[in-house]
């Protein structure tokens, strides 16, 4: 109507001048004597009158102007718009020095202030900031060579190698980010000390702070925090002895709780302007490309924590050797990924697990396995198929098929374990497009498979298939079912979508399940062939690979018994409803699982198949409560019998959050049924795990 198109025209207006008033005016505009003028009331005022649905906009003002115009108050995104017409800020090395910036003769206190700001600087710049915002926002940095202080030069020296080899270590170890989430560049003089001689000058610096006093143990923490730091990701780069990793894990992290206790013996930063200052936020804002903006550092306690976080990631790194088969690695990097690790932890386990042949362009897993036995083993692992035995005899045109397929599937998996070391909700963007590959690659194998079989005669005891078809229709289910885990985990999806989410879960999942019953019938029958050939020699079973597939068992009891559970809080109205004309739970569910719809097998859960599972068991609340706690206590059940010894130490904190889960939903299980609970509507706590709630009933 008239008036509707009215009132839009006037949030329209009010929404664009509000984007324009948010900030001070540009000095062009200041310049002309023009003022702006704070709308945000008239705004809210205005937006009062937009019903649910409706959207302000212009022609040329459209909803994706509007979000890019709007600050996002992150420091990697939007870092703040400070004035730099200050006439007083430093502008040069040399002015602060003139200023009174110390160069030699450090006050103790003024010295452990300005190495904890270094440290809180080196950890925003490894949260994603960018150099000049973080790191060089310290003046010392500038003209190292000019400082002849014993302990603050050697420091110095150290952050400068630190950035260097992170620098290093990202722009050829392997991409884990992408330009939102880490900017590495780097127009900056990071000098040209060697990493011995780096070393070096700390290890002195060390033994001259250990002779100061008491306080000279704060200011060896410190020095010797960044050469254990630096020997960490050295060895763990070039896969030294998992022993001496662990002791200099051991080291680095007994010296970051020395630092935690002594924060408060370091001065406050000198904010006078006249003063020489050791940190200066503008310094560089004369560099074009990093235009008027200063990101917010970490504070000094949050960089320790920062860097006991971080040196907690890398201690999980120094067993990679021993992570040299298909099963292992990828349940290793499966965990890993999900305890979130800085961008050097990714960077070092992808460095680490794939690694160039010296002699060719193939690949290294674990600097010692061959891609393409690499593959072949985990195929064998999977179904023990005599077709992909050494020795077996095919076509030519089969066995270049079979290399050429070995060597895209290995190109798959380790695209898969890239993107899970990517940021989380770049992982799953990236994984909407990998299911995409690993479907093609599924179809190739079922081909390949019909090629070997058809190669060897047949015979009641001969093979089926291959196996590659099997081992790559669980990667898919695997890739599928982490594409509907970043979801839960990233918090994309509103309450009343959880039910069809772990509806896809249980549904995958009982895929996987298929395919790991599968395996385990061949190698049951290739176990009896065994047994009966009293020649052959037994052979040992590898199948980490089905091992690791065995867990999922009790993650499809947890999503089938919080799918039953949700049913019976529907049934009671305790589940909230949406009310909408423009609501349709069609559209929502395919548009939600879209990347899905487009794999051919495993066969895609369909709204109509969702619907009619739904339908057959609306029986009452209290039938399908019972169901929920049986599923539960047997997910608790299987869980309680993995010994937590044989965990990998990423998946423990996992594991334990799964046992609370199931154990806490059963007591609000147990709860509902005895029928005296108020009729209130119920709320999902993600606190214990990041894909399987707590469901709060009071």
Same mark, same amino acid.
């Given at each position: 109507?008239?008036?509707?198109?009215?009132?839009?025209?006037?949030?329209?207006?009010?929404?664009?001048?509000?984007?324009?008033?948010?900030?001070?005016?540009?000095?062009?505009?200041?310049?002309?004597?023009?003022?702006?003028?704070?709308?945000?009331?008239?705004?809210?005022?205005?937006?009062?009158?937009?019903?649910?649905?409706?959207?302000?906009?212009?022609?040329?003002?459209?909803?994706?102007?509007?979000?890019?115009?709007?600050?996002?108050?992150?420091?990697?995104?939007?870092?703040?718009?400070?004035?730099?017409?200050?006439?007083?800020?430093?502008?040069?090395?040399?002015?602060?020095?003139?200023?009174?910036?110390?160069?030699?003769?450090?006050?103790?206190?003024?010295?452990?202030?300005?190495?904890?700001?270094?440290?809180?600087?080196?950890?925003?710049?490894?949260?994603?900031?960018?150099?000049?915002?973080?790191?060089?926002?310290?003046?010392?940095?500038?003209?190292?060579?000019?400082?002849?202080?014993?302990?603050?030069?050697?420091?110095?020296?150290?952050?400068?190698?630190?950035?260097?080899?992170?620098?290093?270590?990202?722009?050829?170890?392997?991409?884990?980010?992408?330009?939102?989430?880490?900017?590495? &560049?780097?127009? !900056?003089? $990071?000098?040209? =000390?060697? @990493?011995? #001689?780096? %070393?070096?000058? /700390?290890?002195?610096?060390? +033994?001259?702070?250990?002779?100061?006093?008491?306080?000279?143990?704060?200011?060896?923490?410190?020095?010797?925090?960044?050469?254990?730091?630096?020997?960490?990701?050295?060895?763990?780069?070039?896969?030294?002895?998992?022993?001496?990793?662990?002791?200099?894990?051991?080291?680095?992290?007994?010296?970051?709780?020395?630092?935690?206790?002594?924060?408060?013996?370091?001065?406050?930063?000198?904010?006078?302007?006249?003063?020489?200052?050791?940190?200066?936020?503008?310094?560089?804002?004369?560099?074009?490309?990093?235009?008027?903006?200063?990101?917010?550092?970490?504070?000094?306690?949050? &960089?320790?924590? !920062?860097? $006991?976080?971080? =040196?907690? @990631?890398? #201690?999980? %790194?120094?067993? /990679?050797?021993?992570?040299? +088969?298909?099963?292992?690695?990828?349940?290793?990097?499966?965990?890993?990924?999900?305890?979130?690790?800085?961008?050097?932890?990714?960077?070092?386990?992808?460095?680490?697990?794939?690694?160039?042949?010296?002699?060719?362009?193939?690949?290294?897993?674990?600097?010692?396995?061959?891609?393409?036995?690499?593959?072949?083993?985990?195929?064998?692992?999977?179904?023990?198929?005599?077709?992909?035995?050494?020795?077996?005899?095919?076509?030519?045109?089969?066995?270049?098929?079979?290399?050429?397929?070995?060597?895209?599937?290995?190109?798959?998996?380790?695209?898969?374990?890239?993107?899970?070391?990517?940021?989380?909700?770049?992982?799953?963007?990236?994984?909407?497009?990998? %299911?995409?590959?690993?479907?093609?690659?599924?179809?190739?194998?079922?081909?390949?498979?019909?090629?070997?079989?058809?190669?060897?005669?047949?015979?009641?005891?001969?093979?089926?298939?291959?196996?590659?078809?099997?081992?790559?229709?669980?990667?898919?289910?695997?890739?599928?079912?982490?594409?509907?885990?970043?979801?839960?985990?990233?918090?994309?999806?509103?309450?009343?979508?959880?039910?069809?989410?772990?509806?896809?879960?249980?549904?995958?999942?009982?895929?996987?399940?298929?395919?790991?019953?599968?395996?385990?019938?061949?190698?049951?029958?290739?176990?009896?062939?065994?047994?009966?050939?009293?020649?052959?020699?037994?052979?040992?079973?590898?199948?980490?690979?089905?091992?690791?597939?065995?867990?999922?068992?009790?993650?499809?009891?947890?999503?089938?018994?919080?799918?039953?559970?949700?049913?019976?809080?529907?049934?009671?109205?305790?589940?909230?409803?949406?009310?909408?004309?423009?609501?349709?739970?069609?559209?929502?569910?395919?548009?939600?699982?879209?990347?899905?719809?487009?794999?051919?097998?495993?066969?895609?859960?369909?709204?109509?198949?969702?619907?009619?599972?739904?339908?057959?068991?609306?029986?009452?609340?209290?039938?399908?409560?019972?169901?929920?706690?049986?599923?539960?206590?047997?997910?608790?059940?299987?869980?309680?019998?993995?010994?937590?010894?044989?965990?990998?130490?990423?998946?423990?904190?996992?594991?334990?959050?799964?046992?609370?889960?199931?154990?806490?939903?059963?007591?609000?299980?147990?709860?509902?049924?005895?029928?005296?609970?108020?009729?209130?509507?119920?709320?999902?706590?993600?606190?214990?795990?990041?894909?399987?709630?707590?469901?709060?009933?009071?």
């Amino acid at each position: 109507s008239g008036e509707e198109q009215k009132v839009g025209t006037r949030s329209q207006g009010l929404f664009v001048g509000w984007l324009l008033v948010c900030s001070e005016p540009p000095l062009h505009m200041a310049a002309q004597g023009k003022q702006w003028r704070d709308i945000t009331a008239q705004l809210r005022e205005a937006s009062q009158q937009l019903a649910l649905g409706q959207v302000a906009s212009l022609p040329n003002f459209t909803l994706r102007d509007a979000m890019s115009a709007v600050e996002l108050m992150d420091p990697k995104a939007d870092s703040l718009m400070l004035a730099v017409s200050d006439p007083e800020r430093i502008k040069t090395f040399e002015e602060a020095v003139e200023r009174g910036l110390p160069l030699t003769n450090i006050a103790h206190a003024d010295l452990i202030g300005i190495m904890d700001d270094l440290l809180a600087a080196t950890a925003t710049y490894l949260q994603g900031a960018s150099l000049a915002q973080s790191v060089f926002t310290c003046v010392y940095l500038h003209c190292p060579a000019k400082v002849t202080d014993p302990l603050l030069k050697p420091f110095l020296l150290g952050i400068l190698r630190i950035v260097f080899e992170t620098w290093e270590l990202l722009s050829r170890g392997g991409r884990v980010y992408e330009e939102e989430d880490f900017h590495p &560049a780097q127009p !900056f003089d $990071l000098g040209n =000390t060697p @990493h011995a #001689a780096v %070393l070096d000058q /700390l290890a002195a610096a060390e +033994t001259t702070a250990a002779s100061i006093g008491k306080i000279g143990t704060a200011i060896e923490a410190r020095l010797g925090f960044l050469h254990n730091w630096l020997s960490l990701t050295q060895a763990l780069g070039e896969a030294q002895s998992p022993q001496r990793a662990q002791r200099l894990v051991a080291k680095a992290t007994e010296r970051l709780n020395v630092m935690q206790a002594t924060l408060d013996l370091g001065a406050p930063r000198v904010e006078d302007k006249r003063q020489g200052k050791a940190f200066e936020p503008l310094f560089n804002a004369h560099m074009q490309q990093n235009m008027t903006r200063a990101a917010i550092p970490l504070t000094r306690a949050a &960089a320790v924590t !920062f860097f $006991l976080v971080e =040196t907690g @990631h890398l #201690a999980h %790194l120094c067993p /990679l050797q021993s992570y040299g +088969t298909f099963g292992a690695l990828q349940e290793f990097i499966h965990h890993f990924s999900r305890g979130q690790p800085g961008v050097v932890a990714r960077a070092l386990l992808l460095k680490s697990a794939f690694t160039p042949r010296p002699d060719s362009d193939a690949m290294l897993v674990i600097g010692r396995v061959a891609e393409s036995d690499f593959i072949l083993d985990a195929v064998r692992g999977v179904y023990n198929s005599p077709c992909l035995l050494p020795g077996y005899q095919v076509p030519e045109d089969t066995s270049k098929f079979l290399h050429a397929w070995t060597y895209a599937a290995f190109e798959v998996f380790m695209e898969l374990c890239r993107f899970l070391l990517h940021n989380r909700s770049r992982a799953r963007r990236l994984l909407t497009k990998y %299911l995409v590959n690993v479907h093609k690659l599924a179809s190739e194998a079922s081909v390949l498979d019909h090629l070997l079989i058809s190669h060897r005669p047949q015979g009641p005891d001969g093979p089926r298939h291959a196996g590659c078809g099997l081992w790559a229709l669980q990667l898919l289910c695997y890739s599928t079912c982490e594409w509907l885990f970043l979801g839960l985990e990233l918090g994309l999806h509103n309450t009343h979508e959880l039910h069809s989410v772990y509806a896809h879960i249980d549904y995958m999942m009982g895929w996987a399940r298929a395919f790991a019953t599968e395996t385990t019938r061949e190698m049951q029958r290739q176990a009896a062939l065994d047994a009966a050939d009293k020649k052959k020699k037994k052979k040992k079973d590898k199948s980490l690979f089905v091992a690791a597939w065995q867990s999922f068992e009790a993650l499809q009891n947890i999503a089938e018994a919080l799918c039953k559970m949700i049913e019976g809080l529907t049934l009671e109205k305790r589940m909230p409803v949406i009310d909408s004309e423009f609501y349709n739970p069609e559209i929502l569910f395919n548009h939600r699982f879209a990347p899905l719809a487009t794999l051919e097998q495993p066969k895609p859960l369909t709204f109509a198949a969702y619907t009619a599972a739904v339908a057959a068991r609306a029986t009452s609340a209290s039938e399908l409560y019972t169901a929920a706690a049986r599923a539960f206590e047997h997910a608790r059940t299987l869980l309680d019998a993995i010994p937590t010894h044989t965990l990998l130490p990423p998946a423990r904190p996992g594991h334990e959050g799964l046992l609370k889960v199931c154990r806490a939903n059963t007591v609000a299980l147990n709860l509902l049924l005895s029928g005296r609970m108020p009729v209130k509507l119920v709320s999902f706590n993600f606190s214990a795990h990041n894909h399987f709630p707590l469901v709060k009933i009071t």
